[in-house]
């Protein structure tokens, strides 16, 4: 089976703009959670979908979204970017609750 | 207080050494996972346990869930084992994971 896929694995932009990062889950895995992890605060959690539907929220501000399809792939946007969110974005899938999960490569992001 | 506590923060082996990294949580858990990290590259996990002991090649795992304690355990410890070992625990429900603050393990030849 092929392992969870994130796009892009880098990407720069500049503080305003927004940014959408994808993840796409090991085939049947129908839960996919976002992760941040950065030099200070280490790994945080972002939001966790389930079936579509956001099942857990982290401590993150509003301008952090995101949304899962269909196919289970997932999606996180992040709005009005500010320098802080330069960090190294992980999803992780799993086949179900308190299920193993697996981490994709991450998307590493850098606010300039 | 943290909710997920790992000693030691640094740790610096010679090859072939016996490694033991600890973690204690304060929360009630279903699981505990230990995952891998090596430099520049994603997360590997490693384990998910919720009682006793796990072996996979020359690690192994334990956990006592009335200390709200685990170990990681590498035996005959080789540099490619250096690499940050996090653990982590869910959180109430669904799959939402607590992470301690890792382990950077360096093993020396």
């Known amino acids: 089976k092929a392992g969870v896929t994130q796009t892009p694995r880098y990407l720069i932009k500049t503080r305003g703009q927004q940014v959408t990062l994808s993840c796409s889950p090991i085939?049947?895995?129908?839960?996919v959670s976002w992760y941040q992890q950065t030099p200070g605060q280490g790994l945080q959690f972002l939001f966790e979908?389930?079936?579509?539907?956001?099942?857990n929220k982290g401590n993150f501000p509003g301008r952090f979204s995101g949304r899962q399809f269909s196919n289970s792939r997932s999606e996180m946007n992040v709005s009005t970017l500010e320098l802080g969110d330069s960090a190294l974005y992980l999803c992780a899938s799993s086949l179900e609750t308190h299920y193993e999960q697996y981490f994709g490569p991450g998307t590493r992001l850098t606010v300039t | 207080k943290n909710e997920v506590e790992q000693s030691p923060q640094n740790l610096t082996a010679q090859e072939g050494e016996f490694i033991t990294i600890n973690c204690s949580y304060s929360?009630?858990?279903?699981?505990l996972h230990w995952l891998q990290q090596h430099p520049g590259g994603g997360i590997v996990s490693l384990f998910m346990l919720s009682s006793g002991k796990k072996k996979h090649g020359r690690l192994i795992a334990t956990i006592n869930i009335q200390e709200k304690h685990s170990s990681l355990h590498i035996t005959a410890s080789h540099p490619r084992d250096s690499a940050v070992y996090i653990c982590?625990?869910?959180?109430?429900?669904?799959?939402?994971?607590?992470f301690g603050a890792g382990t950077i393990l360096r093993v020396k030849s």
């Open positions: 979908y389930f079936s579509e539907t956001q099942r």
């Open positions: 982590a625990v869910p959180y109430k429900y669904g799959n939402k994971l607590v």
């Open positions: 085939s049947g895995h129908r839960s």
């Open positions: 929360v009630g858990i279903s699981a």
